[in-house]
């Protein structure tokens, strides 16, 4: 509709020259403003009323909400969803600029082509050619912050007011083909704090390593429970997961052991409350707690993602399977869709670029891919919205 839009090209090149990377490590962490800025200024001259919210849990990132409503209809319609961040880039290994959208043998590189910036930039290309005027379904476009690191982004969007689309798609690479559900993720720490002594006398301390060595025992007879218990076979592995992949504790073989911590990861299947699955791991640890009152402590190492799942009865999946030509699928990473289905919409995720390229050196998306995932998305918003 605007004529002074960019390019296809150039809308890409601008988003990946933007540096927008999200990191635990302040060293590389950016601020995601001036990507939120750029869409913002693209998406009103498109006729979008966009509101821009500074995250409360995370300072310096914001998130952006770009609303088309007909007729003041402030419900409803299509959300078409994206993170505006990006991992770092493992300098040594990049043979381009991560920075410079590069075209080489039918593929252009650069640090978010796939992972997911360039989903912005198929969104908008896909605007240029919609009569956005004559639609009759609200259409939205939501642009988060942090997602490769807390969420943060999706867990603030209570923030905007009257957000209920019907249908969301969260444009992660999936080479466009639906994916309908991934499970959860959380990362606990089971400290146990006993008291040190020497070792010639076990009476004289609690030991540590002992208790854990109970913990775990605990903890494998949950992990055979679960397994029996939930099951979902749309998963390859179809049980939630429980890997215990660190420990550590204690100084020296003539001490007893004061402090030792196990990390475990958890995976649980969609639709499992996640307060209820770290109440099954309480509620297992029970006995030992009695018994060594205050020793166990358990600690979420970042803020627990639910896992998601979108009916194969929702009109939206299968609009999207139809569209695509390619059956649903489940997934073994996590996304931002469970919060964005907490809105109350039927959610899917389907984006171009492939997922084999996400967090790799010379991230791309290929020239060939770009015609069909930039119909597909133009034929989204018009099925929900015209
Ligand atoms: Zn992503």
């Known amino acids: 509709m605007s004529a002074n839009l960019p390019s296809f090209f150039q809308l890409y090149q601008r988003l990946i020259s933007i540096p927008s990377v999200s990191c635990l490590d302040p060293s590389w962490d950016t601020s995601n403003k001036p990507v939120i800025d750029q869409l913002a200024e693209w998406l009103e001259s498109l006729g979008f009323s966009v509101e821009v919210k500074a995250l409360l849990t995370s300072p310096g990132k914001y998130n952006l909400l770009a609303r088309y409503q007909p007729h003041n209809e402030r419900q409803g319609g299509l959300l078409l969803s994206g993170h505006t961040d990006t991992v770092p880039w ?26 997911m910036k360039g989903f912005f930039a ?62 959860g993720h959380l990362t606990n720490a089971v400290k146990v704090i006993g008291k040190s002594g020497h070792s010639s006398n076990p009476a004289a301390g609690v030991n540590a390593i002992d208790i854990i060595h109970e913990v775990i025992g605990e903890l494998k007879t949950l992990r055979q429970h679960l397994q029996q218990r939930y099951q979902q076979p749309s998963f390859e592995v179809p049980y939630p997961t429980m890997n215990f992949g660190h420990i550590h504790g204690g100084d020296a073989a003539n001490r007893i052991c004061a402090c030792c911590e196990l990390h475990i990861d958890l995976r649980p299947l969609p639709g499992m409350d996640l307060a209820e699955f770290s109440g099954l791991i309480q509620q297992q640890l029970g006995g030992i707690q009695q018994r060594y009152p205050g020793a166990i402590e358990i600690i979420d190492m970042h803020p627990p993602i639910p896992g998601f799942a979108c009916p194969d009865q929702s009109p939206w999946l299968q609009l999207a399977e139809a569209l695509s030509g390619e059956t649903a699928a489940a997934v073994n990473y996590c996304t931002e869709a469970p919060f964005v289905q907490q809105l109350g919409c039927d959610t899917i995720v389907m984006g171009p670029g492939s997922i084999a390229q996400a967090h790799q050196p010379n991230e791309f998306i290929t020239l060939a891919e770009i015609d069909p995932a930039q119909q597909q998305i133009r034929e989204l918003i018009r099925r929900v919205c015209e």
Do not use: C
């Open 122 to 183: 198929f969104v908008i290309e896909a605007l240029k050619s919609v009569d956005i005027n004559a639609l009759k379904k609200p259409l939205t476009i939501l642009a988060t912050a942090d997602e490769e690191t807390t969420m943060a982004g999706a867990r603030e969007l209570n923030a905007f007011t009257a957000f209920k689309p019907d249908f969301a798609v969260i444009g992660e690479p999936t080479s466009m083909a639906p994916i309908k559900m991934h499970k």
């Open 90 to 115: 493992d300098e040594g290994r990049w043979q381009f600029d991560p920075f410079k959208l590069t075209e080489k043998d039918n593929r252009w590189y650069g640090l978010g082509s796939a992972d």
